[in-house]
């Protein structure tokens, strides 16, 4: 049975060319010289995530870090907990 998660993903622009991403809920990372190519690089880096995680048996540990359970994985349709991103002010002192 083929369950779809929908996971956040962060994606930055590098000064030196090209984008980092990084899947939040996993802290998997990857890259990319476009948005589109570090979006599908993203895609297949947490595919393999996962994938290994079914291979060596720690598939549990994964769902725990999603929030979820082995119940919530049998049903029908599959809700992760929400995370909220939002930017505070940090004052910083430089001195030279």
């Not at 899947?23 to 476009?34: I, K």
């Not at 599908?40 to 947490?46: C, D, P, R």
């Not at 598939?59 to 049998?74: C, F, P, S």
């Amino acid at each position: 049975m083929v369950k779809e998660l929908m996971l956040s993903i962060s994606i930055r622009k590098e000064p030196e060319g090209g984008y980092s991403v990084i899947c939040t809920d996993l802290d998997v990372a990857s890259q990319g010289e476009t948005i589109e190519e570090a979006t599908e690089n993203i895609k297949e880096a947490v595919e393999l995530y996962i994938e290994s995680a079914e291979e060596i048996g720690i598939m549990n540990e994964v769902l725990e870090k999603l929030g979820l359970t082995q119940e919530d994985i049998e049903k029908e349709e599959i809700t992760i907990p929400k995370v909220f991103r939002t930017e505070i002010p940090i004052k910083l002192t430089i001195e030279q």
